[in-house]
T-cell receptor
Framework: DTGVSQNPRHKITKRGQNVTFRCDPISEHNRLYWYRQTLGQGPEFLTYFQNEAQLEKSRLLSDRFSAERPKGSFSTLEIQRTEQGDSAMYLC?????????????????FGPGTRLTVT | AQSVTQLDSHVSVSEGTPVLLRCNYSSSYSPSLFWYVQHPNKGLQLLLKYTSAATLVKGINGFEAEFKKSETSFHLTKPSAHMSDAAEYFCVVSSARQLTFGSGTQLTVLP
């Protein structure tokens, strides 16, 4: 059973450096989501893609953050000029969702996350 | 706008006793609701979902939840706790644009 995978699982970087994370969704899933989770909190939505199109971005996603899903399969999340406040678990999820855009989202399947520590 | 309130940040039960994790939601229209579980160093796993069909929803591992529109609640229950149920549980409301997670309830199961 190939679920959602994320790489790397852990990343330690110095403030000011750029980092990139990768997410490989479940193969037939058309939607892919990124979330950020800090200690003691639930995940917070960052952005999502339907196939290769980025359809929604949270206000949490500052200009230093960029996400891509170039061929509608895997996705990357890049953080430029990292800050200590970026330290968090970054979660990726995918879903098979053909609901009209005015209907609630279908259930999502999550990867294990990438833990980022900015020193 | 939508929001989720998990009423207890920590719940402790003895093994074999019932579990109740409380969740209230706010949504501007008929939402979908989910419960997810997160074990240490593992990804979030879907326990169950409500999508406007039956109001009593059965999930995996003996969990179930009841959707009560009048009370805007979606509490999670299990008749008999097992040691392996110890984890963090998240109540989630879905709109057309995103999932909104509660802040989580840490469940401890005492031997």
């Amino acid at each position: 059973d190939t679920g959602v995978s994320q790489n790397p699982r852990h990343k330690i970087t110095k403030r000011g450096q750029n980092v990139t994370f990768r997410c490989d969704p479940i193969s037939e899933h058309n939607r892919l989501y990124w979330y950020r989770q800090t200690l003691g909190q639930g995940p917070e939505f960052l952005t999502y893609f339907q196939n290769e199109a980025q359809l929604e971005k949270s206000r949490l996603l500052s200009d230093r953050f960029s996400a891509e899903r170039p061929k509608g399969s895997f996705s990357t999340l890049e953080i430029q000029r990292t800050e200590q406040g970026d330290s968090a678990m970054y979660l990726c999820a995918s879903s098979l969702d053909f609901q009209p855009f005015d209907r609630p989202l279908a259930e999502q399947y999550f990867g294990p996350g990438t833990r980022l520590t900015v020193t | 706008a939508q929001s989720v309130t998990q009423l207890d940040s920590h719940v402790s039960v003895s093994e074999g006793t019932p579990v109740l994790l409380r969740c209230n939601y706010s949504s501007s229209y008929s939402p979908s609701l989910f419960w997810y579980v997160q074990h240490p160093n593992k990804g979030l796993q879907l326990l169950l979902k409500y999508t406007s069909a039956a109001t009593l929803v059965k999930g995996i591992n003996g969990f179930e939840a009841e959707f009560k529109k009048s009370e805007t609640s979606f509490h999670l229950t299990k008749p008999s706790a097992h040691m392996s149920d110890a984890a963090e549980y998240f109540c989630v409301v879905s709109s057309a644009r995103q999932l909104t997670f509660g802040s989580g309830t840490q469940l401890t199961v005492l031997p």
